[in-house]
């Protein structure tokens, strides 16, 4: 049944979904309104937000047109509000029917039962000058003995490379692990729903953490959910490396901290390509006050590789900008972040052609044939150190392509008549 179905008139009574109702971050005649548990929110007239106010007491739509219109000065059409509400399925009832969400309906989030007066001291004062005196500490100790700093040869800490991989690929894991339960926890003490998964960006395989319901929230406390993941990494690498520094650690527990601490400290980096959808690309987003500073650059980058190729084309077809529509300062923002979205994956994507790719194939390739020559007479242990580095890189490659599949499904469909 939907609203039209049920035919929503003067007298109709709506019932809405749980629904998140407030101020535009940036225009104070619009509200932001959505539904958290679809991810689903559009701006709208300050009015509106009276509007489904008025509604939600239980006020049938003839009589909310006639307060709107009396209170506000404006007239407008309330049962064509519902329907546009109901098709983005804010709407649970019409006199009473129900009103059929999205097929999939809601993503369930993780951890429900973890709600924010659970988490919200994570982010109180005291733990935030605890964080600042544990990374503090361990700044002046490595100024004091520079050798603390991780160095390349720390990754190496067993004379096996195939141990030294799939142990520090653990290390990677607990990493991740903890940054996308930090963007969750943070997530949650804002009372937003999250949901943790795999992606991929470019080449690579990532864990990540749908938070699209922080959009119920103001920008300033949106940063939170975006950094909590980064400060995270950075007071890992802290507490390790004043448990190195000070602790009488046997000399393999101290290998194996050093490589856990070069491993964290390696994923800090990665936050800063923001041509991907990174931590630090988010921030920026919400620094320039842009919607979807990634999507509309990927717009306007293709955009200009169609402007480039209009006049090779047969007939020539009007290239529209895709930017048009956007604010002054919004439009401004998307065409220098096409920029560095083409340029920074376009050197990310090389590289991985000429290097990362030849190395991970040349990697493996060693590996099957000392795992053939184990089998075959061959050094025993040289045999089981390759199945090892089989077993990682071979199941992150195939993880990836699996999430890769899943992720952009309607690129293997075949095209129907």
């Known amino acids: 049944m939907s609203a039209q179905a049920a035919e929503v008139g003067a007298g109709s009574v709506v019932r809405f979904h749980h629904l998140v109702v407030r101020p535009d971050d940036d225009d104070p005649d619009a509200i932001i309104v959505g539904r958290p548990d679809l991810g689903e929110f559009v701006e709208l007239p300050a009015v509106c937000g009276e509007v489904i106010r008025l509604l939600g007491e239980g006020r049938p739509v003839a009589e909310v047109e006639a307060a709107v219109s009396a209170g506000h000065d404006v007239e407008l059409d309330v049962a064509d509000l519902v329907e546009s509400l109901s098709d983005l399925a804010f709407v649970a009832e019409v006199d009473g029917l129900p009103v059929p969400g999205p097929a999939s309906g809601p993503v369930a989030a ?25 990374v503090a500490a361990a700044a ?30 653990a290390f990677f894991s607990v990493v991740a692990s903890v940054h996308e339960l930090m963007h969750l926890t943070a997530a949650r003490s804002l009372g937003a729903p999250a949901r943790i998964g795999f992606g991929t960006r470019l080449h690579y395989l990532v864990v990540q953490t749908d938070v699209t319901a922080i959009w119920g929230v103001p920008r300033r406390q949106r940063y939170r959910v975006y950094l909590a993941g980064m400060a995270s990494d950075v007071f890992l690498i802290a507490t390790m490396t004043l448990a190195v520094a000070y602790l009488p650690l046997p000399g393999p527990v101290e290998a194996l901290l050093r490589a856990f601490t070069l491993t964290t400290l390696l994923c800090l980096p990665l936050q800063a390509q923001i041509y991907m959808r990174t931590d630090l690309y988010f921030v920026l987003r919400d620094l320039l006050r842009c919607k ?35 604010a002054p300062h919004e439009r401004r923002a998307v065409r220098i972040y096409a920029v560095a979205l083409a340029v920074g994956s376009s050197i990310t994507l090389t590289v991985f052609a000429f290097y990362g790719g030849p190395i991970v194939v040349s990697g493996l390739t060693s590996a099957l044939t000392a795992v053939w020559d ?43 008549s």
């Open 110 to 134: 993780h951890f429900p039962g973890v709600t924010e007066r659970h988490v919200r001291w994570v982010f109180g004062r005291p733990m935030k000058l605890f964080w600042l005196a544990v």
């Open 140 to 169: 002046l100790t490595v100024l004091a003995r520079p050798g603390l700093f991780p160095r390349h040869q720390d990754f190496f800490w067993s004379g096996y490379t195939g141990l030294s991989v799939l142990v520090n690929t």
């Open 292 to 326: 979807d500073l990634f999507g509309d650059g990927l717009r306007y980058a293709r955009y200009l590789l169609a402007r480039a190729a209009a006049p090779f084309r047969r007939p020539a077809s009007p290239v529209i900008d895709p930017t048009g529509e956007l």
């Open 374 to 416: 184990g089998l075959h007479g061959g050094p025993v242990l040289a045999a089981v150190d390759a199945g090892l580095l089989i077993l990682v890189e071979g199941g992150i490659q195939v993880l990836f392509l699996a999430t890769f599949v899943r992720t952009h499904r309607h690129w293997f469909r075949r095209s129907r």
